[in-house]
């Protein structure tokens, strides 16, 4: 075997609640990723896309997480990447992470996998590192293990994958560029212990909600009195999409990792299209582009798709 093509899936991270700590994997839309061995301990990386991202491994985040790999790895051996990227980068649906997680999946594939997921996470937090400043694993968890994840520590590592009841999710993705570094700039450096309280409850009951598949729990828990305040005038119409959507049968939902994608989970595919519409309704107003997409979680994360 010399080559593995894998299909690696956008997560939302930040799910409401649960910032820096909750996410979940979609089945669509998707980067397609193909690993190749070759006889130079070195990463060669190829886009076949048309996002203009860097080629140079030190600059790619799916080159800075396989040249975290090769360290460990006693081969003479490296690795030519092609990325087929099917989301945006920096649209707040975990662009990089998969990147990241679908080269370093497919390489570990091709080394017969002596690397468990811990390792391939601690891997692809190189990547996320590149691209945020900053190693967070809630688009990396679930990118690599599928459904909604909680990541309970990132130093060191510890992952809890959790159950969650069958799930849509409608995804708007406002052209607009937020960057990172702006959205973290108005997070609150202090917050008060009432503030606290609400936080740690809701994300208990998320938890307990998805276990338990109740979905008036879960309609319960996905609130914010945190983030989502400071975060939302980054996103033109965010509270009347939210409304809109909650009207059109939606459990709930908020913003997509830092944004400027906004998700809201609903119970069937049908109403999730119902969510679709009316939140394009709503932000259609605007003027800007928007691109939507209604997708079932995906229960296992990255994918093998071919080997060659
Ligand atoms: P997202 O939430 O969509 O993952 P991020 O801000 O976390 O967005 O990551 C996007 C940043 O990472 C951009 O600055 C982009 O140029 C950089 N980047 C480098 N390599 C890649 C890659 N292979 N895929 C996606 N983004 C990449």
Not at 12 to 23: H, K
Not at 129 to 142: C, E, I, T, W, Y
Not at 153 to 180: A, G
Not at 187 to 192: D, F, G, V
Request: aromatic content about 6%.
């Amino acid at each position: 075997m010399r080559c593995v093509k894998v299909r690696a899936p956008a997560t939302i991270a930040n799910v409401v609640c649960g910032f820096d700590c909750i996410g979940f994997a979609v089945e669509n839309p998707f980067d397609e990723i193909s690993v190749e061995l070759i006889n130079e301990k070195t990463v060669r990386i190829e886009h076949i896309d048309n996002f203009n991202l860097p080629t140079e491994a030190n600059k790619n985040v799916a080159g800075r997480a396989l040249l975290a790999m090769l360290e460990k790895v006693s081969l003479k051996k490296g690795f030519k990447v092609t990325i087929k990227k099917g989301m945006k980068p920096g649209s707040g649906i975990g662009s990089s992470a998969a990147s990241a997680i679908g080269s370093v999946f497919a390489a570990n594939e091709l080394l017969g996998k002596p690397f468990n997921s811990n390792d391939l996470i601690e891997f692809a937090l190189e990547g996320e590192f590149l691209a945020s400043g900053s190693k967070h694993a809630d688009n990396l968890a679930p990118c690599l293990l599928g459904g909604f994840v909680l990541v309970r520590s990132v130093e060191p590592l510890d992952i809890v994958r959790l159950n969650s009841p069958k799930l849509f999710v409608t995804i708007i993705h406002p052209q607009i560029e937020i960057k990172t570094s702006e959205a973290r700039s108005v997070l609150p450096e202090r917050i008060s212990l009432k503030d606290a309280v609400s936080a740690w409850a809701n994300v208990g009951a998320l938890v307990a909600s998805l276990e338990k598949k109740d979905y008036e729990l879960l309609a319960r828990s996905l609130k914010d009195k945190i983030i989502e305040p400071v975060r939302k005038r980054f996103i033109p119409k965010f509270d009347e999409m939210k409304q809109a959507s909650l009207m059109a049968g939606a459990i709930g939902g908020g913003i997509a990792g830092s944004g400027p994608s906004v998700f809201m989970l609903s119970k069937s595919e049908g109403i999730a299209r119902k969510v679709e519409k009316a939140i394009a309704e709503v932000f259609a107003s605007t003027g800007i582009d928007f691109k939507t997409y209604v997708s079932r979680l995906s229960s296992c994360g990255v994918v093998v798709e071919e080997f060659s």
